[in-house]
């Protein structure tokens, strides 16, 4: 069994979202894992008025356990996300600025120092349907060394040890996306340099920053 305190994480998280306009209306998923169960949101709920019966148990082969409503139609995103990274919570939104990023860009490259705490570029899954294995393949691959990706034509994804750390790479997948945006309007973006970023994460590590993950695996371009 999931604990009642894996059930009001999900419900707390939901109604944060919702309120920072990143879940809208019954857009968007949210789950926590607890060993090998995890709790997520049922289908067809609205996120921003999440109740614990809302909250739906399933093991890690999307069997639903002790009843309640159906989980969302994203459980096999989830469960493959569960299965390929050691995280214990996956935040799955439909946010306005990073959806409109996965339908217009290519990727987020790195542009302002906060990012590397998502690891680094943001990379964009391609388009697969909705609640399909093969989506949940592609959003695994994006995910690889990263903490957030977007969805092409569909949304966002953030991962973390946390559910609370989960919310947090959200919110700053959904601000990247919007300063972004800002950058584009403005002129051509620079982008920090390979340099720059391994000096941001020597320095973070010196000062004990956040928790930046790793060094950045591509060159920047
Ligand atoms: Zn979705």
Known sequence: MVTDDAVH?????????????LLIGTAGNVSVRVG????????GAVLGEL????VVEVDLDAHQVGGGPVPT??????????????????????APVSTAASIAVGEIPVIHYQQLLLGGAIRVAPYATFGTPELATRVVAALEHRTAALMANHG?????????????????????CTVYRDALAMGKPATLTRKQQEDVIAAAIA????????APQEENR
Do not use: M, P
């Not at 994480?9 to 306009?21: D, K, M, P, S, T």
């Not at 109740?51 to 809302?54: V, W």
């Not at 966002?156 to 990247?176: F, M, P, Q, R």
């Open 156 to 176: 966002s994804i953030a991962i973390g040890a946390t559910l609370d750390k989960a919310v947090e790479n959200a919110l700053l997948l959904e601000w990247l």
């Open 9 to 21: 994480q999900v419900v707390r998280a939901c109604h944060r979202l919702a309120a920072e306009g």
């Open 73 to 94: 139609s994203e459980v096999y995103l989830h469960l493959s996300v569960y299965a390929q990274y050691d995280v214990a919570a996956v935040v799955h939104t439909h």
């Open 207 to 214: 000062r004990n920053y956040g928790s930046v993950q790793q």
């Open 51 to 54: 109740t614990a019966d809302q």
């Open 36 to 43: 090998d169960r995890v709790a997520v949101t049922a289908t």
